[in-house]
């Protein structure tokens, strides 16, 4: 049987940053991909932070298909026929090395699965992984769907994505919760060139991002987003998926009520609809972090619960946590010490003095208030958008009265105890 | 609003792998007697799973997204037998 000193399973941001920096330091190195070709199963909104492709592959500027560099980001708090909301722009965003880019998922994990070949891994696509070879507690290798799919490895890196099926069959976790994981669903519109840039107000390679909170979950906790490309935008909406559960509404329906928003309808006119995809996004933190490496594994990625839900970051945790694990991989080989659970937890450490885990650490109370909070979602949005409109209709009413009038909305709705502790709690939170 | 989530499916590519669904219901029976809430039929992106009349929940893979919702939702009775497709089928991302 063939060996490897590693194996990745999976070709998204994690797994590709993860052989890449194998591959560099001249391990041999196979990754598994079950897509017809890497990228063509992977789904994200999708905002690419240059910071952590940076760190991994410096001149990705010059090759990788990057669609728009942002320069400006929208956040709307959404009632039903109206929204209030700040927008930031900066020319400092539009001087190179830009910060961020839109990419398109499909293209932008092809090149990057071109780069780990060329660093010398053996790629295979359409081969899905079926289960983790085990010899007692440890793993030794994997089996494929392939015929005499059987390979073995030192170490086993699994960047399979958020359902991280082969480590629950392994027993590593258990299932997720519902409560831990958000459904998400988009679609890809595409526009005209000239019409996009002139709609959003950017010149060529510019781009915005809207992301929105409010009355367009319809009571659930979750978020919308509307990103620019270059010749298409992509528009979203993701929900917890208990939320989901207990509301039982259809999550196309949501994102159908979504585009017909007299604030996004404008945005999205005559845009041709191409492709219609649905994700899960770990959104459950810290808490829900299962264990992320044993006797010859390692998680990185989604399949870790690597996300941080706040800042709508997940792929650049993913390609950050994808080059610590083989950095650890790497210095125990030239050490030539095993693979083993005790060895790994430099892996852990690693993160630990990272802005991975620090980011995870200090948001990890957001989920529960969230949960137990819904009024974030349905109370405040609805409230400050009447406030808006009652402070900008001018109509022969005095400010004062206008002031007593909203003051008033919000303690008959949330009361003045409710009001502070709300405030309390967030800053709880968040600090 | 009506929404035609067949029509959203039909932009996708896929290949589909005949009669050898990666998904399926494990008792059908706990669908129809057991299960009150059948939230896979409503929160299916792909709506792959619909409610028939007599109470019975049929499950049609072809439009599937391999998101995993059905799978976690399915907390009460986890009924539902989930893997990926074999490689190369399922669902062909052209824009991701």
């Given at each position: 049987?063939?060996?490897?000193?590693?194996?990745?399973?999976?070709?998204?941001?994690?797994?590709?940053?993860?052989?890449?920096?194998?591959?560099?330091?001249?391990?041999?190195?196979?990754?598994?991909?079950?897509?017809?070709?890497?990228?063509?199963?992977?789904?994200?909104g999708a905002i690419l932070y240059s910071?952590?492709?940076?760190?991994?592959?410096?001149?990705?500027?010059?090759?990788?298909p990057l669609e728009r560099h942002i320069i400006e980001q929208r956040?709307?708090?959404?009632?039903?026929?109206?929204?209030?909301?700040?927008n930031y722009r900066s020319d400092?965003f539009n001087?190179?090395?830009y910060n961020r880019y839109t990419i398109l998922?499909?293209?932008?994990?092809?090149?990057?699965?071109?780069?780990?070949?060329?660093?010398?891994?053996?790629?295979?696509?359409?081969?899905?992984?079926?289960?983790?070879?085990?010899?007692?507690?440890?793993?030794?290798?994997?089996?494929?769907?392939?015929?005499?799919?059987?390979?073995?490895?030192?170490?086993?890196?699994?960047?399979?994505?958020?359902?991280?099926?082969?480590?629950?069959?392994?027993?590593?976790?258990?299932?997720?919760?519902?409560?831990?994981?958000?459904?998400?669903?988009?679609?890809i519109?595409?526009l005209?060139q000239?019409?996009l840039e002139s709609r959003f107000n950017v010149k060529e390679g510019e781009g915005v991002v809207i992301e929105?909170?409010?009355?367009?979950?319809?009571?659930?906790?979750?978020?919308?987003f509307l990103y620019t490309n270059n010749e298409s935008v992509t528009i979203?909406?993701?929900?917890?998926?208990?939320?989901?559960?207990?509301?039982?509404?259809?999550?196309?329906?949501?994102?159908?009520?979504?585009?017909?928003?007299?604030?996004?309808?404008?945005l999205?006119?005559?845009?041709?609809?191409?492709?219609?995809?649905?994700?899960?996004?770990?959104?459950?933190?810290?808490?829900?972090?299962?264990?992320?490496?044993?006797?010859?594994?390692?998680?990185?990625?989604?399949?870790?619960?690597?996300?941080?839900?706040?800042?709508?970051?997940?792929?650049?945790?993913?390609?950050?946590?994808?080059?610590?694990?083989?950095?650890?991989?790497?210095?125990?080989?030239?050490?030539?010490?095993?693979?083993?659970?005790?060895?790994?937890?430099?892996?852990?450490?690693?993160?630990?003095?990272?802005?991975?885990?620090?980011?995870?650490?200090?948001?990890?109370?957001?989920?529960?208030?969230?949960?137990?909070?819904?009024?974030?979602?349905?109370?405040?949005?609805?409230?400050?958008?009447?406030?808006?409109?009652?402070?900008?209709?001018?109509?022969?009413?005095?400010?004062?009265?206008?002031?007593?009038?909203?003051?008033?909305?919000?303690?008959?709705?949330?009361?003045?105890?409710?009001?502070?502790?709300?405030?309390?709690?967030?800053?709880?939170?968040?600090? | 609003?009506?929404?035609?989530?067949?029509?959203?499916?039909?932009?996708?590519?896929?290949?589909?792998?005949?009669?050898?669904?990666?998904?399926?219901?494990?008792?059908?029976?706990?669908?129809?007697?057991?299960?009150?809430?059948?939230?896979?039929?409503?929160?299916?992106?792909?709506?792959?799973?619909?409610?028939?009349?007599?109470?019975?929940?049929?499950?049609?893979?072809?439009?599937?997204?391999?998101?995993?919702?059905?799978?976690?939702?399915?907390?009460?009775?986890?009924?539902?037998?989930?893997?990926?497709?074999?490689?190369?089928?399922?669902?062909?991302?052209?824009?991701?």
């Amino acid at each position: 049987m063939e060996k490897f000193d590693a194996i990745v399973v999976g070709a998204g941001p994690s797994g590709n940053a993860a052989a890449y920096t194998l591959s560099k330091a001249g391990l041999s190195v196979l990754q598994i991909e079950r897509g017809e070709y890497p990228g063509s199963k992977n789904v994200q909104g999708a905002i690419l932070y240059s910071d952590a492709l940076e760190k991994i592959i410096p001149e990705f500027r010059d090759e990788a298909p990057l669609e728009r560099h942002i320069i400006e980001q929208r956040m709307w708090v959404l009632d039903d026929d109206s929204y209030i909301g700040t927008n930031y722009r900066s020319d400092a965003f539009n001087k190179t090395p830009y910060n961020r880019y839109t990419i398109l998922r499909a293209q932008f994990d092809k090149w990057f699965s071109e780069k780990v070949s060329q660093a010398g891994a053996l790629v295979i696509c359409e081969t899905t992984v079926t289960d983790l070879i085990m010899d007692k507690q440890r793993v030794v290798g994997v089996r494929t769907d392939r015929e005499n799919g059987d390979i073995l490895a030192d170490i086993v890196i699994l960047a399979d994505g958020v359902n991280s099926l082969l480590a629950k069959k392994a027993g590593f976790h258990p299932e997720i919760n519902p409560g831990d994981v958000a459904l998400a669903v988009k679609e890809i519109l595409f526009l005209p060139q000239e019409t996009l840039e002139s709609r959003f107000n950017v010149k060529e390679g510019e781009g915005v991002v809207i992301e929105m909170i409010g009355k367009i979950t319809q009571g659930m906790m979750g978020t919308g987003f509307l990103y620019t490309n270059n010749e298409s935008v992509t528009i979203g909406v993701g929900c917890m998926l208990s939320d989901f559960k207990e509301t039982r509404l259809s999550p196309y329906l949501l994102l159908e009520k979504m585009k017909a928003h007299p604030a996004i309808k404008p945005l999205i006119e005559g845009g041709e609809m191409k492709e219609y995809t649905a994700h899960l996004i770990p959104e459950g933190g810290l808490k829900a972090m299962p264990q992320i490496y044993g006797d010859g594994w390692m998680i990185v990625g989604d399949s870790g619960m690597f996300v941080n839900a706040v800042h709508r970051e997940g792929s650049n945790l993913a390609m950050t946590t994808g080059q610590m694990a083989a950095q650890t991989v790497i210095e125990l080989k030239q050490s030539g010490k095993e693979m083993s659970r005790k060895n790994l937890a430099v892996y852990r450490a690693k993160l630990d003095a990272s802005f991975v885990m620090k980011d995870l650490a200090k948001y990890k109370d957001m989920p529960g208030v969230f949960h137990a909070n819904r009024q974030f979602f349905t109370t405040y949005p609805e409230l400050v958008n009447k406030a808006a409109h009652t402070m900008l209709t001018v109509d022969g009413v005095d400010k004062k009265t206008k002031e007593r009038e909203i003051i008033r909305s919000f303690t008959r709705s949330r009361s003045l105890a409710g009001l502070v502790g709300d405030a309390y709690k967030m800053w709880r939170a968040l600090r | 609003m009506n929404v035609n989530v067949e029509e959203k499916l039909f932009q996708n590519r896929y290949k589909v792998d005949h009669d050898r669904p990666h998904i399926s219901i494990i008792n059908a029976e706990i669908c129809s007697a057991e299960c009150k809430t059948q939230q896979c039929t409503h929160i299916c992106p792909a709506a792959c799973y619909k409610a028939e009349g007599s109470g019975r929940v049929v499950l049609i893979t072809d439009g599937c997204l391999e998101c995993g919702t059905c799978r976690i939702i399915c907390d009460d009775y986890r009924n539902v037998a989930w893997e990926y497709p074999r490689g190369g089928y399922g669902i062909l991302f052209k824009f991701g």
